[in-house]
């Protein structure tokens, strides 16, 4: 691993290349970060850090070597909080109290506006309050969802003010571009799989998955239910909040809420 410092900025681009036509270790991409650490001033940031919950050796070989890091700050973050959780608080994970946990709460409408003023501005639009928290409601206020969409706004809607009825019809465009791509995805789901997908659809925010309003709506047993939602789960598919389970793309849910599948 190479690391090249950026001319005007000084920040860092890391880059790992192949040695002799054989493809870079884990291990020898770790050591190197580490001696890059013990020699410069370093804030350390694993995103997505769960994706590799359950691989116990990948897991032992970033703890082997960060636990050397003694004055490094280190930020792990995730958008899985369970899985992420499951990392630093189960008793046989090699990160057992490794971090401390701290939840970022949801950004809130007053801070969107003036994100989406100043963005949209560029272009010549802007959007009203009730339609802002209307893309925040449907979006289940997932930051990249509400980028998403704005930056969809940008580049189909210039020049216009976005009403609540102007966004709706915003939305409908946004799922109608990318409904080849979601029927695609759901083609290669299970018939139990895909049921549930549709059901958390009606009912995002799901708190008792073998509840039986739930196993009504999804049309599958208590048992089928909890197997199929722990494996979408771990697939990436399933969000768990407080507020309940929801499927991870709030846009392949409104596709599925919207539209005959």
Known sequence: MSATP??????????ISPSKGEAPRLADALDSICRLCERKKVLLVFDEFQDIHGIPEVLAAFRSRLQRLKTTPMLFLGSKRKLLSEIFSSRNSPFFNFAEEHILHPIGLEDWMP????????VGSKIEKAALKRLCDEAMNVPNTICEIG???????????VTEEVF???LSDLIDKKSETYRYQLSLLSENELKVCKALARTPFTRNINGKEFLLSASIGASSA???VHKLYHAGVIEEETAGYRLSNPILSLFLKYRSY
């Open 6 to 15: 950026d001319p005007i900025t000084g920040d860092l681009s890391f880059v």
């Open 115 to 122: 994100f989406f003023a100043t963005r949209l501005k560029a």
């Open 151 to 161: 930056a969809f706004i940008m580049d189909h809607y210039p020049k216009c003010t």
């Open 168 to 170: 709706l019809k915003i």
């Open 226 to 228: 909890a197997k199929t």
